[in-house]
């Protein structure tokens, strides 16, 4: 498995206290120590990769905010900040994904996981949101579907928040498969399961406060496994947060990281059914250390092993 990540993405600082430290990402980067990965340096992501996603004025309205970071932070929306590292940080964290997708299509391996951070599937097109400031999978998927040509990607989202950004890219596209689980209510307020896209091609699976495994399994069986069999993608990648955890503490559904290898092994399963065992993943929420490194651990480890 390759593994995409850098140093500048810890030097993204919100201020103390915020949930989306540089602590997650090391969290994670020392549980993946003992795993056999192919380690790569995430690039900068093009401004072809970008604007396929994010329009051209909302990208070069950032670049104001990233000068004024210095010796600064710059706050973009409640949640939401840059400090004088974040620039680079963000165009590496959807550069991996890019970088990711072009390196499984090309056959040097058939999974990857991107390491990264600010997380994005809360960043909507024209806007930043909930920590996020550009949405690294939906700029993967994209990127596969015009530079690789593809026709069928999917994009599996289980943080336990709602992918609202990626969901926006994808209801207009009929290319592109979303599928979500999360909690709800819970912010950002959307993924109602009436939300289906232009072609049924959103699926959403909103569960409530207190769900554990047989729950959120029974939604991925019914719901999110057997869209994403019918779909029949050429290209699976997953949001992979792992909130839902019942230790962490930004929502109150019961998973532990027994679910998330259940998980991958069953995204592993449709992988090779469908696109020889090409699937990108990309780090999103997760918030209590411990458990994001279980989690993650747990996560990869189950699909280089099935």
């Known amino acids: 498995m390759l593994l995409f990540t850098h140093p500048s993405?810890?030097?993204?600082?919100?201020?103390?206290?915020?949930?989306?430290?540089?602590?997650?990402?090391?969290?994670?980067?020392?549980?993946?120590?003992?795993?056999?990965f192919d380690r790569r340096?995430?690039?900068?992501?093009?401004?072809?990769?970008i604007t396929r996603v994010h329009p051209s004025r909302y990208v070069e309205a950032l670049e104001p905010a990233f000068a004024e970071t210095e010796g600064a932070r710059v706050r973009l929306d409640p949640d939401?900040?840059?400090?004088?590292?974040?620039?680079?940080?963000?165009y590496?964290?959807?550069?991996?994904?890019?970088?990711?997708?072009?390196?499984?299509?090309?056959?040097?391996?058939?999974?990857?996981?991107?390491?990264?951070?600010?997380?994005?599937?809360?960043?909507?097109?024209v806007s930043p949101m909930g920590?996020?400031?550009?949405?690294?999978?939906?700029?993967?998927?994209?990127?596969a579907l015009e530079a690789h040509g593809l026709s069928r990607v999917a994009v599996v989202d289980f943080d336990v928040h709602h992918g609202n950004?990626?969901?926006?890219?994808?209801?207009?596209?009929?290319?592109?498969?979303?599928?979500?689980?999360h909690q709800a209510p819970l912010y950002p307020g959307t993924g109602d399961a009436?939300?289906?896209?232009?072609?049924?091609?959103?699926?959403?699976?909103?569960?409530p406060a207190g769900a554990g495994s047989a729950q959120w399994r029974q939604a991925m069986e019914t719901r999110v496994l057997p869209a994403l069999d019918a779909f029949a993608p050429e290209l699976i990648l997953v949001s992979a947060g792992f909130d839902a955890h019942k230790a962490d503490p930004l929502a109150q559904m019961e998973l532990d990281e027994t679910d998330f290898a259940w998980a991958a092994s069953n995204l592993r399963e449709l992988s090779l059914r469908h696109c020889q065992g090409k699937l990108v993943s990309t780090l999103e929420g997760g918030y209590d250390l411990r458990a994001l490194a279980r989690s993650a651990q747990a996560y990869v480890t189950a699909l280089q092993h099935g």
């Open 41 to 49: 340096e995430a690039p900068y992501a093009t401004v072809d990769a």
């Open 92 to 125: 590496r964290a959807a550069g991996a994904c890019a970088a990711a997708v072009d390196a499984v299509m090309a056959g040097e391996d058939e999974m990857a996981f991107c390491a990264v951070r600010p997380p994005g599937h809360h960043a909507e097109p």
């Open 131 to 143: 920590f996020c400031i550009f949405n690294n999978v939906a700029i993967g998927a994209l990127h």
């Open 80 to 90: 939401t900040y840059l400090s004088e590292g974040s620039r680079e940080a963000i």
């Open 9 to 36: 993405m810890l030097r993204h600082e919100p201020p103390p206290g915020h949930a989306e430290h540089a602590g997650r990402l090391q969290a994670v980067l020392d549980a993946f120590e003992g795993l056999s």
């Open 194 to 207: 009436r939300e289906t896209g232009i072609a049924g091609n959103v699926i959403n699976a909103p569960l």
């Open 165 to 181: 950004g990626t969901q926006t890219v994808a209801e207009a596209e009929p290319r592109l498969l979303f599928a979500s689980t």
